[in-house]
Antibody, heavy 117, light 111 residues
C-alpha cells in the first residue's frame, strides 16, 4: 500500500489549496478514505471521510463548509479542496486508507500546509 | 467531537511494562469495539497502526503490544519495553456520529 500526497505549500490567510493523494498497492475503488491533519506540536485531527463510491461524505466541524473532499477511482486519487484558509489550518495533512470501522490502517507520508501572511 | 483523553506522557525502563489509557464516552470508546492505536516516531511522519478493534494486532506488529477496553476507557499495554518503542502513541475511536476521534497523544519515554 502506498499513498502519496502532494499540493501542500505556503498560502496566505483566506487563500485556497488543493491537496492530492494518489493510491497504489490495493483495490482503491473498494475502500473509503480519510484525511487527517497534525498541527505543529499537536495531535492528530480527523478531517474528512469519503466512501468508495463517494456516496457518503463527512467533515469535522472545524472544516465543514470550507473544505471539500472528492475522489476519482479511475485515477486512484482523492483530493481535498481547502478554501478560506486560516492560520490554524497550518499542519501536515495526511491521506489515509480506511481499513474498517476502526478507522485508518495505512497513512501517506503527509504534505505540509502553511497558512501565513 | 471532543478529543479522547490520554496522559501526556508515560515512561518506563527497558524490559518493563507500561500502560497508556484512553478515556472517552459512551458515544465513542464505550459504545463501540472500534478502538485503534497508532505509533508515531516523529511528528509529521506517518503513524503506524498497532492495534485495531480494541485488541487485534495487524500482521507484523510485535505481540508485546496489546489492547483492552473497560467501559469508556481503552488501554494500550507494551510489555518488555525496548528503546525502539519510544514514540508518540494515539488512540482513536469510531463515534456515534459515524466519524472518528483521536486522543491527544501520549509521549512514551524509554529511560
Amino acid at each position: 500500500v502506498q499513498l502519496v500526497e502532494s499540493g501542500g505549500g505556503l498560502v496566505q490567510p483566506g487563500g485556497s489549496l488543493r491537496l492530492s493523494c494518489v493510491a497504489s498497492g490495493f483495490n482503491f475503488n473498494s475502500y473509503s478514505m480519510n484525511w487527517v491533519r497534525q498541527a505543529p506540536g499537536k495531535g492528530l485531527e480527523w478531517l474528512s471521510y469519503i466512501t468508495s463510491t463517494s456516496s457518503t461524505i463527512y467533515y469535522a466541524d472545524s472544516v465543514r463548509g470550507r473544505f471539500t473532499v472528492s475522489r476519482d477511482n479511475a485515477k486512484n486519487s482523492v483530493w481535498l479542496q481547502m478554501n478560506s484558509l486560516r492560520d490554524e489550518d497550518t499542519a501536515v495533512y495526511y491521506c489515509a486508507k480506511v481499513g474498517g470501522p476502526y478507522g485508518v490502517d495505512y497513512w501517506g507520508q503527509g504534505t505540509q500546509v502553511t497558512v501565513s501572511s | 467531537q471532543s478529543a479522547l483523553t490520554q496522559p501526556a506522557s508515560v515512561s518506563g525502563s527497558p524490559g518493563q511494562s507500561i500502560t497508556i489509557s484512553c478515556s472517552g464516552t459512551s458515544s465513542d470508546v464505550g459504545g463501540y469495539n472500534y478502538v485503534s492505536w497508532y505509533q508515531q516516531h516523529h511528528p509529521g511522519k506517518a503513524p503506524r497502526l498497532m492495534i485495531y478493534d480494541v485488541s487485534n494486532r495487524p500482521s507484523g506488529v510485535s505481540n508485546r503490544f496489546s489492547g483492552s477496553k473497560s467501559g469508556n476507557t481503552a488501554s494500550l499495554t507494551i510489555s518488555g519495553l525496548q528503546a525502539e518503542d519510544e514514540a508518540d502513541y494515539y488512540c482513536s475511536s469510531y463515534t456515534s456520529s459515524s466519524v472518528w476521534v483521536f486522543g491527544g497523544g501520549t509521549k512514551l519515554t524509554v529511560l
